[in-house]
């Protein structure tokens, strides 16, 4: 089975600050790991994901992502944040298995607020 | 190319009542999913379809829900009879291919259940 915590609820943030979004993860198989993103009203948008190969992984929007095996961590980071990156962000895992297709577990969430 | 929609975006019931969500994937897409949000939770995978058969439901929390997705294209979430805890926010995604296949959400159905 597959766990994710989101180690913060909330992360207040002024503008243009760097700001990194921690997401830890627990398997007892290898995984694939994913970011989505959720603006007011809004559906779940991916940010990014880690399949395989290098262990940063760059997604829309100046995010990007760094998996690290040995301690099960794939933290968010951006460099400069806009107002308009005020979002709910999740952390997501599905199990890499032979055959078939597989469900998303995710975190709770991370409320991202950017403030002027 | 349209994303995924869901209908209605809210819904507010009385206990014993019954609801219906719908759920239009991206044309193409065999996969279906559903997930719920309970306030304050994490999100919940539901179930998963490829094209008209259940994958795996071994999310549904109970009897009282039903999902079908007839000739593989869009699906619905049935509530019977429906309950407090029923109560969040009910996405919907799809995907083509692959288990490394981006899922694609809509934008929820917030149900409320009073």
């Known amino acids: 089975a597959q766990s994710v915590t989101q180690l913060d609820s909330q992360v207040p943030v002024f503008e243009e600050a760097p700001v990194e979004l921690r997401c830890n993860y627990s398997s007892s198989v290898s995984v694939y790991l994913f970011w989505y993103v959720q603006y007011p009203n809004q559906g779940l948008q991916l940010l990014l994901k880690?399949?395989?190969?290098?262990?940063l992984v760059k997604g829309i929007n100046g995010f990007e992502a760094e998996f690290n095996k040995s301690q099960t961590s794939f933290h968010l980071r951006k460099p400069s944040v806009h107002i308009s990156d005020t979002a709910e962000y999740f952390c997501?895992?599905?199990?890499?298995?032979?055959?078939?297709?597989?469900?998303?577990?995710f975190g709770a969430g991370t409320r991202l607020a950017v403030h002027p | 190319e349209a994303g995924v929609t869901q209908f209605p975006s809210h819904s507010v019931i009385e206990k014993g009542q019954t609801v219906t969500l719908r759920c239009d994937p991206i044309s193409g897409h065999d996969n279906l999913y559903w997930y719920r949000r309970v306030m304050g939770k994490e999100i919940k995978f539901l179930l998963h379809f490829v094209k008209e058969s259940k994958q795996d439901e071994s999310g549904m929390p109970n009897n009282r829900f039903l999902a079908e997705r007839t000739g593989g294209t869009y699906s619905t979430l049935k509530v019977q009879p429906a309950e407090l805890e029923d109560s969040g926010v009910y996405f919907c995604?799809?995907?083509?291919?692959?288990?490394?296949?981006?899922?694609?959400f809509g934008p929820g159905t917030r149900l409320l259940v009073l």
């Open positions: 995604a799809s995907s083509q291919g692959s288990r490394s296949e981006t899922q694609y």
């Open positions: 880690y399949l395989s190969g290098s262990t």
């Open positions: 997501a895992v599905s199990a890499r298995i032979s055959g078939g297709y597989n469900k998303l577990i």
